[in-house]
């Protein structure tokens, strides 16, 4: 068994057992209130979704052939390194910038910049995911689901 295969397992099972406390943290709370689904619902489905997923791979990490060599580093290096910096340092400063500058405009910023530093060239599909992605999301949980996000100095 080589080592990029016994990670995948490794980690595989961390996402099986992370789910499982997900489902446990889910069942304190009530499925259904006098509204319809309660807080548990949802938490619960993802947590099912998400263990089903993690088993998945647990599966096909476990059946797949070992094509890299014993010794090989899982660790990435050179420009899968790179990349992943860019994405970690692009979460650290939007998490910084959420409180600032609020939701909107801190998640649109990270949503252009994201496919931006992995590769991704298409103008459009940069610009529709943003707006989507930082404008659309943030109407929804905040003007139909209530849920208070930041909005920052500028009101948006």
Not at 147 to 156: E, I, N, R, S
Request: hydrophobic residues 60%.
């Amino acid at each position: 068994m080589s080592a990029r295969q016994r990670a995948w397992q490794v980690a595989s099972a961390l996402f099986v057992v992370l789910a499982l406390a997900a489902v446990a943290e889910s069942l304190r709370y009530g499925f259904l209130d006098r509204l319809g689904p309660g807080p548990g619902f949802f938490p619960f489905c993802v947590s099912v979704v998400m263990g089903a997923l993690g088993v998945t791979l647990l599966v096909g990490s476990s059946r797949m052939k070992a094509a890299a060599a014993d010794g090989e580093s899982v660790v990435p290096a050179g420009d899968e390194a790179r990349r992943v910096v860019r994405v970690a340092a692009g979460l650290v400063v939007t998490v910084v910038l959420l409180g600032p500058v609020g939701f909107r405009l801190s998640t649109l910023v990270f949503l252009v910049y994201l496919p931006w530093s992995i590769g991704a060239r298409n103008l459009w599909a940069i610009a529709v995911i943003a707006l989507a992605g930082s404008f659309g999301v943030f109407h929804v949980f905040h003007y139909w689901l209530h849920v208070p996000l930041p909005v920052g100095v500028f009101g948006l």
